[in-house]
């Protein structure tokens, strides 16, 4: 099963405004990491934030992660039409002598010029 | 950051087929991971491969129906087997960033379609 679920599974927002992602995941981590897809394309690293930390940025990105409810956020500010993609959470449990990612099911970020 | 790359980037195949991808990736790395992606679906991890032992395979997916090579620290293939259309999916390479535990590198995706 999924460890990381994406809540909403599809967001359609307009150039300029602000757009927020949440993952829920049940296991303990190392680490929450948020990719983004472009068209079924590769996937591109945005940002990690370890267990240990409770919020990042990187440019437009702010991501929060909440270990006591097992739930994170991805929000990216001033959104524009470029920032159209599937955007994925990922979680390392924590624990495995072996070291994979679990991808949730993702959110469909639309973002109308 | 690594530079990955795979071929064929898509390909349209008959059942009962058998079709490998490559993977190529620009700097030595020891952990190279494969995934599949159905149509409108997340990401699945189907093994880890590892240079100079077997791949590790996930639940759900056999070493006969996905056979995987793994020859050196830069290279990979995958090969989906006997095929139908179930198998349509995006297959994904990927490796591990400098950092432990950390980052992962996609390559682009190899698109595969069954008739």
């Known amino acids: 099963s999924q460890q990381g679920e994406e809540d909403p599974q599809a967001l359609s927002i307009q150039e300029g405004e602000n757009a927020t992602m949440n993952c829920s995941y049940k296991?303990?981590?190392?680490?929450l990491q948020w990719y983004r897809q472009n068209s079924g394309r590769g996937l591109v690293h945005l940002i990690l934030?370890?267990?240990?930390?409770r919020e990042k940025h990187s440019g437009r990105l702010r991501v929060t992660l909440d270990t006591s409810k097992k739930s994170s956020s991805l929000l990216i500010t001033a959104s524009r039409a470029a920032d159209t993609a599937s955007y994925f959470c990922?979680?390392?449990?924590?624990?495995?002598?072996?070291?994979?990612?679990?991808f949730g099911k993702g959110t469909l970020l639309t973002v109308n010029p | 950051s690594a530079v990955i790359s795979q071929k064929p980037s898509r390909d349209i195949c008959q059942r009962g087929t058998s079709l490998t991808i490559q993977c190529q990736v620009d700097?030595?790395?020891?952990?190279m991971f494969w995934y599949r992606q159905q149509p409108g679906q997340s990401l699945t991890l189907i093994a880890t491969?590892?240079?100079?032992?077997?791949?590790?395979?996930e639940s759900g997916f056999v070493i006969d129906k996905f056979p995987i090579s793994r020859p050196n620290l830069t290279f990979s293939t995958l090969t989906v087997s006997n095929m139908s259309p179930e198998d349509s999916s995006i297959y994904l390479c990927?490796?591990?960033?400098?950092?432990?535990?950390?980052?992962?590198?996609f390559g682009p995706g190899t698109r595969l379609t069954v008739l």
């Open positions: 990927s490796v591990e960033g400098s950092g432990r535990r950390d980052t992962q590198y």
């Open positions: 296991t303990s981590i190392n680490n």
């Open positions: 934030i370890r267990s240990n930390e």
């Open positions: 990922a979680t390392d449990l924590s624990g495995g002598s072996n070291y994979k990612l679990t």
């Open positions: 700097s030595q790395v020891t952990m």
């Open positions: 491969a590892n240079q100079g032992s077997e791949a590790t395979y």
